[in-house]
């Protein structure tokens, strides 16, 4: 059986088309992706004292691992070790361990402002660990300092991010004044829209993301939270106060991450484009190959 001739133009858009394919894989193929869900949420302190513990865990533990991005790294954990305690609050790294079950020193490694201050490179020290857990001021014990170094240190942390770094941040809302007129998640400069507050969690609601991370209006409800966001940053909304969508209680988000803004991850290239794309480059091979009929 005689093969059957292709013509040069054949050849040609042949060739173009694949080329043009492969550029769409190209641009397909996954980057590093940051992890990061910051939250209104208190789920630390209240996992250990609070009126719903069981919620408040199941909080905490979707934010952390939702920030590790399933890594085996310690996380590290900022929250003050010297300021004083004011009425209400406690010191939350020992809740790490009593209410979540975290082993200090395998898991995680707490540091405050003096510690951080003293490295000698921020960002090199952020490659040792899975995420970076912001400990809450009300309830927790992050002060002005802490949220300072962080704030100032934002382009290593935006850099950390996008080599696939996480960010899990609590609450940020002066109550106790801890942290006063300091931009609150600073850190991320994009979220520029927190709102400080205080109030009891009656009937929040998860959104369809949120459960998506397995999370249900039980984990959001019974205790009390202190900021909410009226703008996402570009990230995804995870649950909100009384279901008021101007009300945000978290965020998160897994992708790029820019001063001005988030991009989210690329998906995987589909085994249907791969296939087609080598599909063209053999009849491309076969036409360059064969001498034109004449």
Partial sequence: MNDVSLSPTFARLSLALMIGLVAILLTALPVSAGSIFVTGHDPLWHAQIGGNKTGARNLAMTGIDFARDGSALPFLFIESKTHPVPSGNFRTAPFLSTALGFTAGTDFVHMEASELSALADFRATLSNYSAIWVASDHGGMLTASELTFLNDHSADIIDYLNAGGGLFAEAESNQKGLIGATPRFGFLPFLVASTDFGAAEISNTVTSFG???????????????????????????????????????????????????????????????????GLIGMIGARVITRPESR
Avoid: C, E, W
């Fill in 211 to 277: 459960a998506s991370l397995g999370l249900t209006n039980s984990d959001v409800n019974g205790n009390f939270s202190h900021n909410y966001f009226s703008a996402t940053g570009g990230m995804n909304p995870v649950d909100l106060f009384n279901g008021d969508s101007s009300k945000i209680l978290s965020l998160a988000f897994r992708g790029q991450v820019g001063t001005t803004g988030v991009t989210p991850s690329l998906p995987l290239p589909s085994p249907i484009l791969l296939f087609s794309i």
